[in-house]
């Protein structure tokens, strides 16, 4: 089992950075893919952005040319690099393993954006 585990969530001002990190032992050498969502409070959960293990990418319109996934294989790692925050992405991250890893959720990351 690929279990990913989130960190890196905090308070920021409007227009500042956060850079979240998902670690999941396994993550490299299954080869896996990694989504992360988002979920707002009262709010339906919604897709971030996924990398696939060959390094491809996808984002939401919300958040293109703002947020950048990457990965570092070296420590079973992805990251989401969100810059030029809004106050509408604050809401609880989670990342989710993906093909062909299954689907594992770790516990979440909240990011609050507000002055």
């Known amino acids: 089992l690929v279990q990913p585990v989130e960190s890196g969530g905090g308070l920021v001002q409007p227009g500042g950075s956060l850079r979240l990190s998902c670690t999941a032992p396994?993550?490299?050498?299954?080869?896996?893919?990694m989504a992360w969502y988002r979920q707002a409070a009262g709010e339906r959960r919604e897709w971030v952005s996924d990398?696939?293990?060959?390094?491809?990418?996808g984002y939401a319109d919300s958040v293109k040319g703002r947020f950048t996934i990457s990965q570092d294989k070296a420590k079973d790692t992805v990251y989401l690099q969100m810059n030029m925050l809004k106050p509408e992405d604050t809401a609880m991250y989670s990342c989710?393993?993906?093909?062909?890893?299954?689907?594992?959720w770790g516990q979440g990351t909240q990011v609050t954006v507000s002055s």
């Open positions: 990398i696939s293990s060959d390094g491809y990418t």
């Open positions: 989710q393993t993906l093909w062909p890893c299954g689907s594992n």
């Open positions: 396994g993550f490299t050498s299954n080869r896996c893919g």
